[in-house]
Nanobody, 123 residues
Framework: QVQLVESGGGLVQAGGSLRLSCAAS????????VGWFRQAPGKEREFVAA???????NYGDSVKGRFTISRDNAKNTVYLRMNSLKPEDTAVYYC?????????????????WGQGTQVTVSS
């Protein structure tokens, strides 16, 4: 089992940027696929981005061209760089890991989850 801790959330104005971090412990993350999901109040959990064990990436349509997922295996950490933020990006952001190593878009394929970090974008 991998323990995941997200950080880097906060309050930002529209058009601004944030970088979220997902730090892992308990196991090395290098063979895992890692995804970022978000959930706004009253809405379903939404796929944001994912990265395979080899570094291939996948993005949700609403964030393509604005968000970038990356990984630093030496630090056992995955990042989500978020640029050109919009009020509709406001949500709790979760990272999740899957032992299959793939960039799945559905939450059901992920085994381990962090506790989430709040991102609020003001207009």
């Amino acid at each position: 089992q991998v323990q995941l801790v997200e950080s880097g959330g906060g309050l930002v104005q529209a058009g601004g940027s944030l970088r979220l971090s997902c730090a892992a412990s308990g196991r090395t993350l290098s063979s895992y696929g890692v995804g970022w999901f978000r959930q706004a109040p009253g809405k379903e959990r939404e796929f944001v981005a994912a990265i395979t064990w080899s570094g291939a990436t996948n993005y949700g349509d609403s964030v393509k061209g604005r968000f970038t997922i990356s990984r630093d295996n030496a630090k056992n950490t995955v990042y989500l760089r978020m640029n050109s933020l919009k009020p509709e990006d406001t949500a709790v952001y979760y990272c999740a890991a899957n032992s299959g190593g793939d960039a799945y878009t559905f939450p059901i394929y992920y085994n381990d989850w962090g506790q989430g970090t709040q991102v609020t974008v003001s207009s």
